[in-house]
């Protein structure tokens, strides 16, 4: 039925379309019948959707629980609603909350909560903002837009959490090792290693997804692929910002790199800025300025010193180590150029709480005077430092040098022209 609704609709906009073209052709005649038409479909669209939502108001009936061998399985409630059903809930639950239908509302939430719950999903005390919190199905699509968008998280340590504070501990001094003792001799609490507690407080962040009227009558599969677009990028967005903030943590130290001596500059910071143990596992943050100024750096034969990532299968690397590329709208240019290398996952942890939730209205915000419907979502997330010595900061000064060449240019290009002239 739904895919007939939007058939409707769609022919909806085809007779709109006609009548608008016989007005401007002053054609009375077709103008009347289309109009007529539009009539016939608007009462059949009114007849689809009272059928639809009588629908959405059906809750699935339970399944008979599978057996082995004559007795029940112990995990039968696993079984209660499978992936298709849940999906099916998930998406009556937004249509349902936009219209403010509060019993298809809470009949589907019974199934998404159920199916949640059997994933390990959900705790108790686990707060949903008042919304509908995603099942894994849901999730897994929005964490493969995610990763199709390269997120900062794939090099940084990513825990997942079920509570809003608390403490992990990290080794302050990590250059002792075993100490030697003789066979029942007694261990020294001299060589004890000193301990810092890391904390993390999660806090909350909100989009709204604007959704048209015409998308929220298609298919479940249309809009999950439109929400699960919306909240991969600006999930992306949210937890890039959050591990941005820790690198620009070690700006105040950042090593000066310019055209010059780019090379020289680069192999110092990190020969000399980065301890030997994180070398093995870094890579390069930076922006697209910082990009294109290592595209831009050869080696004393002319060849280019950035090389496709051949292991990988896609991006550049530099120095055998990958390049991670930011925006310039993300990452931006101040007077300098920023470039960061390490290994961040020592370097930081991205904190993430276990639940996202979702919660719709079509009366609330612009929606009511855009005729559409706002799926408003909600997550948690914290980045915390772990050992500031995993990472460090350079910044790129090339356009001091442009604009250092450029004036001198400008003040010999006169001396040149009054050669000329003398001459003449």
């Known amino acids: 039925m739904k895919k007939k609704l939007l058939n409707l609709l769609n022919q909806k906009k085809t007779i709109i379309d006609r009548m608008k073209a016989a007005d401007e052709a002053n054609d009375q005649g077709a103008f009347d019948t289309a109009q007529a038409e539009l009539a016939n479909i608007d009462n059949e669209i009114t007849r689809v959707k009272a059928i639809v939502d009588a629908e959405n108001s059906v809750p699935e009936p339970e399944p008979t629980p599978q057996t082995n061998n004559g007795g029940t399985y112990a995990n039968a409630a696993n079984h209660s609603k499978n992936s298709n059903e ?21 009949e589907n939430m019974d199934i998404v909560t159920r199916a949640v ?3 390990g999903g959900m705790t108790e005390g686990t707060p949903a903002d008042g919304g509908l919190i995603v099942p894994q199905d849901i999730q897994t699509m929005i964490n493969e837009q995610k990763r199709a968008l390269s997120p900062l998280s794939d090099l940084f340590t990513v825990e997942t959490v079920t509570s809003n504070t608390g403490t992990r501990v990290r080794d302050t001094s990590p250059t002792t090792g075993f100490t030697k003792i003789a066979e029942m001799g007694e261990i020294g609490k001299t060589d004890k290693p000193t301990f810092a507690k890391v904390e993390y407080n999660v806090q909350k962040y909100a989009l709204i997804v604007p959704v048209s009227n015409d998308l929220m009558a298609d298919t479940d599969q249309n809009l999950l ?149 706002e799926v408003r979502a909600i997550t948690r997330l914290d980045a915390q430092k772990f050992d500031d010595k995993a990472a460090v900061a350079g910044k790129i000064t090339v356009a001091d040098e442009m604009s250092a060449m450029a004036a001198s240019m400008l003040t010999e290009t006169p001396a040149d022209d009054e050669g000329s002239q003398g001459e003449a």
């Open 225 to 373: 692929a439109y929400l699960s677009r919306w909240l991969g990028k600006k999930a992306v967005i949210t937890e890039n910002s959050l591990l941005l903030g820790l690198l620009k943590t070690l700006d105040g130290a950042a090593t000066a790199i310019t055209a010059a001596d780019a090379i020289k500059n680069l192999k110092t910071m990190r020969n000399t800025n980065l301890d030997p143990a994180f070398i093995a596992g870094m890579s390069y943050i930076t922006n697209q300025s910082g990009f294109n100024f290592l595209d831009t750096l050869t080696d004393n034969d002319g060849r280019p010193l950035l090389q496709p990532n051949v292991a990988a299968g896609t991006g550049y690397m530099f120095g055998n180590k990958p390049i991670h590329i930011i925006s310039d709208a993300l990452l931006p240019n101040a007077d300098t150029t920023p470039i960061y290398m390490g290994d961040f996952k020592q370097f930081g942890t991205l904190f993430r709480r276990a639940v996202m939730s979702i919660k719709s209205t079509d009366v609330g915000g612009d929606a009511w005077g855009t005729d559409s419907t």
């Open 117 to 119: 719950k059997n994933e």
């Open 86 to 106: 849940c999906i099916r809930a998930f998406c009556a639950c937004i249509r349902a909350g936009a219209r403010n239908d509060r019993q298809a509302l809470a």
